[in-house]
């Protein structure tokens, strides 16, 4: 469906994006018996060369290392365990990043690759440098090539999904617009393969996802999120103010030239650091910390850290800079933070005022066990 006024309002929405992160999945670049497909490749980078033209930068957040692995490999099938995974990712991350580098050198542009891990967005440190790695290569003219850095991923801290990953890095760049391609024309309120599903052109809300049935992922086997982690990836975004456009890679141009394709999902909330925004969005904690009320009351009444006089019991085996989650006095999830203690030092200092640690322990256990920066409250 489409409207005039929606028409004009996503030209324009797409002309003023001076900084546009565009995702493409698996499904859209590759096929599990014959890997990367050369033709789609050249096409998806002929469409982002000409958005360059337009003075737009550009971030790719490029799936695919694993299907394309999986071919060298004399596999066929995408294989179930994490190790094997990375094995083709390793394989196939190097010929992605061959691919697009000499696709872009055709326009006469650079690219870099990026491989990120949760650890990167999370940790204040690395996320630091991950955002000046990204500004100097955008003023350098490069266009970034990201994917989760799988090798080294481990179960435990994986995106897993590059949909939720591209999020974080169109708030991490400062992203104007998110641009998720995949191989459906958009968000349907149905599975796409049922009869009678219709294309949802205009999300504003979360009523208008209210009958919106999400089925498991297509067909071909390469792609992991399904619509599922799209939907996701578009929370995060327009919560932290940036539109998105979910459509197919065949739409691309389309799409980046301002035609009314797909499904617009519309900035709804105000930026947020992007460190946090991953915090609130993971699927779990590395372990629990059990407050008492009142220490509830401090971290989400007055935004106070969180000090170890409230806290009542500690479980998991985290180290210190991981997430955990807080539990208020009936089990229910309040707030996630990073955590400044192992879970093995933290017994001793239960229900210890900071001040008598100082004296006990020394100036190193004054700390607070989470920083208030380091906490994101949970409304569930
Ligand atoms: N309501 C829905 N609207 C659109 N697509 C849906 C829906 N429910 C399930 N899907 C499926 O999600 C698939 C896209 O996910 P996926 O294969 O992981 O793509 P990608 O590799 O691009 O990340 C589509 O092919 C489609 O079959
Ligand atoms: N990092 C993985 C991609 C994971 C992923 O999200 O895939 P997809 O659902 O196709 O976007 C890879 O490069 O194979």
């Given at each position: 469906?489409?409207?005039?006024?929606?028409?004009?309002?996503?030209?324009?929405?797409?002309?003023?994006?001076?900084?546009?992160?565009?995702?493409?999945?698996?499904?859209?670049?590759?096929?599990?018996?014959?890997?990367?497909?050369?033709?789609?490749?050249?096409?998806?980078?002929?469409?982002?060369?000409?958005?360059?033209?337009?003075?737009?930068?550009?971030?790719?957040?490029?799936?695919?290392?694993?299907?394309?692995?999986?071919?060298?490999?004399?596999?066929?099938?995408?294989?179930?365990?994490?190790?094997?995974?990375?094995?083709?990712?390793?394989?196939?991350?190097?010929?992605?990043?061959?691919?697009?580098?000499?696709?872009?050198?055709?326009?006469?542009?650079?690219?870099?690759?990026?491989?990120?891990?949760?650890?990167?967005?999370?940790?204040?440190?690395?996320?630091?440098?991950?955002?000046?790695?990204?500004?100097?290569?955008?003023?350098?003219?490069?266009?970034?090539?990201?994917?989760?850095?799988d090798t080294v991923a481990t179960s435990e801290i994986r995106f897993g999904d590059n949909d939720r990953l591209a999020a974080l890095v169109a708030h991490l760049v400062h992203a104007d617009l998110l641009v998720l391609l995949s191989d459906v024309e958009g968000l349907y309120d149905g599975p796409p393969s049922r009869e009678g599903s219709r294309l949802v052109p205009l999300?504003?809300?979360?009523?208008?996802?209210?009958?919106?049935?999400?089925?498991?992922?297509?067909?071909?086997?390469?792609?992991?999120?399904?619509?599922?982690?799209?939907?996701?990836?578009?929370?995060?975004?327009?919560?932290?103010?940036?539109?998105?456009?979910?459509?197919?890679?065949?739409?691309?141009?389309?799409?980046?030239?301002?035609?009314?394709?797909?499904?617009?999902?519309?900035?709804?909330?105000?930026?947020?650091?992007?460190?946090?925004?991953?915090?609130a969005h993971a699927t779990s904690g590395q372990g629990t910390l059990t407050l008492d009320a009142g220490a509830v009351r401090a971290v989400v009444e007055r935004r106070a850290s969180l000090l170890a006089a409230g806290i009542t019991a500690v479980d998991g085996g985290f180290v210190a800079g991981d997430a955990v989650d807080l539990l208020g006095p009936d089990g229910a999830?309040?707030?996630?933070?990073?955590?400044?203690?192992?879970?093995?030092?933290?017994?001793?200092?239960?229900?210890?005022?900071?001040?008598?640690?100082?004296?006990?322990?020394?100036?190193?256990?004054?700390?607070?066990?989470?920083?208030?920066?380091?906490?994101?409250?949970?409304?569930?």
């Amino acid at each position: 469906m489409t409207t005039t006024d929606g028409s004009a309002a996503r030209a324009s929405l797409v002309a003023g994006a001076r900084r546009i992160v565009v995702k493409v999945g698996s499904s859209s670049l590759t096929t599990a018996a014959g890997g990367i497909d050369p033709a789609r490749v050249r096409r998806l980078v002929e469409v982002l060369a000409a958005v360059r033209g337009t003075g737009a930068e550009v971030v790719l957040v490029s799936s695919g290392a694993i299907a394309a692995g999986l071919a060298p490999l004399g596999l066929t099938t995408r294989p179930r365990g994490l190790a094997a995974q990375q094995a083709a990712a390793s394989v196939g991350q190097g010929l992605l990043a061959h691919r697009y580098q000499e696709e872009f050198a055709r326009h006469g542009i650079v690219t870099g690759q990026v491989l990120l891990t949760v650890d990167d967005v999370t940790r204040r440190v690395h996320y630091r440098n991950a955002h000046q790695t990204f500004a100097k290569l955008l003023e350098l003219g490069v266009v970034p090539i990201v994917n989760e850095n799988d090798t080294v991923a481990t179960s435990e801290i994986r995106f897993g999904d590059n949909d939720r990953l591209a999020a974080l890095v169109a708030h991490l760049v400062h992203a104007d617009l998110l641009v998720l391609l995949s191989d459906v024309e958009g968000l349907y309120d149905g599975p796409p393969s049922r009869e009678g599903s219709r294309l949802v052109p205009l999300v504003r809300s979360e009523e208008d996802l209210a009958a919106v049935t999400i089925g498991s992922a297509g067909s071909l086997g390469v792609g992991t999120g399904g619509m599922t982690t799209k939907v996701d990836a578009a929370r995060i975004a327009t919560g932290a103010g940036i539109d998105v456009v979910l459509t197919s890679a065949d739409q691309a141009a389309a799409a980046l030239s301002g035609v009314e394709v797909g499904t617009h999902f519309a900035a709804t909330g105000k930026r947020r650091p992007t460190r946090l925004l991953w915090l609130a969005h993971a699927t779990s904690g590395q372990g629990t910390l059990t407050l008492d009320a009142g220490a509830v009351r401090a971290v989400v009444e007055r935004r106070a850290s969180l000090l170890a006089a409230g806290i009542t019991a500690v479980d998991g085996g985290f180290v210190a800079g991981d997430a955990v989650d807080l539990l208020g006095p009936d089990g229910a999830l309040v707030a996630r933070g990073l955590v400044n203690f192992d879970a093995e030092e933290l017994p001793a200092l239960l229900g210890r005022s900071t001040s008598e640690l100082k004296v006990a322990l020394g100036s190193a256990y004054e700390r607070e066990v989470i920083h208030r920066d380091d906490l994101v409250l949970l409304e569930r």
